[in-house]
């Protein structure tokens, strides 16, 4: 039996309104100049060398993560830990989640990420805060969403000549394009390393990924997974005291409970156990 404990969060959205939850009245923009790290913080799942809370948003911790984000430095197929193997109950767990449509929470800079839903025809009521676990195909398999590709928009800093004239950056967007990779490997890739896989393109989308090549989780054995990323960075006219508008703008059904996960499946390869990997449901 699961323990779940769930928070009602839509009394507190509904008065504070969706940015309340993490905009801090009177906090000063951070700038970044080219190659300055960016903090991606997450929920416990890879462990990072230096375990670091960072932020605790009504009651959930967020710590920073082996995301390797570097200002103007676009990435692609990133190795973020050496691959996972589940178990059949591991896996039967992360199919639960999915199933209840659990989604994963990030925060960069302040800022919660973002999810275009593809299901969305129009622009109105497509973006998501937080981005799904994985999906259920027309088979009825469950696929695991193990590769992200993480959009940080950003504009210049318009005060670079008070300080040293260097070229800085704000961010006011950030995105993930989440994807189910069935990654082919023959030597076991470490973390930082760059994927040479014909399945992991630059800008690779779940449209562009067939269905052989998804990641599918086994509830009758083990699954091996391999996480990756990519990094995309896009030059927006959004002014960094606007970048809250489209957050709080967000009306949709993920933001309504939050479900904490308490049920501990096993520790994994990254050295965190997967016991309180909460999501957003």
């Given at each position: 039996m699961?323990?779940?404990t769930i928070a009602v969060l839509a009394a507190l959205l509904g008065k504070l309104g969706a940015s309340a939850a993490f905009y801090v009245p009177g906090a000063e923009p951070n700038s970044w100049a080219a190659s300055e790290t960016v903090r991606l913080n997450v929920n416990q799942f890879c462990q990072p060398a230096a375990l670091n809370e960072q932020q605790k948003n009504l009651g959930e911790t967020i710590v920073n993560s082996l995301y390797n984000i570097q200002m103007e430095k676009d990435k692609r197929c990133q190795v973020l830990c050496k691959p996972l193997t589940y178990s059949s109950e591991q896996s039967q767990a992360f199919i639960d989640v999915i199933k209840d449509e659990y989604y994963v929470q990030w925060v960069v800079d302040n800022l919660p990420v973002l999810y275009r839903d593809p299901t969305y025809l129009q622009q109105a009521g497509s973006f998501k805060v937080g981005f799904p676990v994985g999906e259920v195909d027309v088979?009825?398999?469950?696929?695991?969403?193990?590769?992200?590709?993480i959009i940080v928009s950003v504009n210049s800093d318009p005060h670079v000549?008070?300080?040293?004239?260097?070229?800085?950056?704000?961010i006011v967007a950030f995105e993930v394009v989440p994807t189910s990779?069935?990654?082919?490997?023959?030597?076991?890739?470490?973390?930082?390393?760059?994927?040479?896989?014909?399945?992991?393109?630059?800008?690779?989308?779940i449209e562009k990924v067939s269905q052989g090549n998804y990641q599918y989780l086994s509830p009758e054995g083990n699954t091996t997974v391999l996480y990756t990323y990519n990094v995309q960075?896009?030059?927006s006219d959004v002014a960094w005291e606007e970048r809250w508008d489209?957050?709080?703008s967000i009306k949709s059904a993920n933001d309504q409970i939050h479900f904490s996960n308490n049920q501990s499946v096993g520790a994994n390869e990254c050295g965190l156990p997967l016991r309180g990997v909460e999501w957003w449901a």
């Open positions: 699961k323990d779940v088979d009825g398999k469950y696929l695991l969403y193990n590769h992200v590709r000549e008070e300080d040293d004239g260097v070229p800085k950056w704000r990779i069935k990654h082919n490997f023959e030597n076991e890739p470490m973390a930082g390393q760059e994927l040479d896989s014909a399945t992991c393109g630059k800008f690779v989308n960075f896009v030059k489209r957050v709080s």
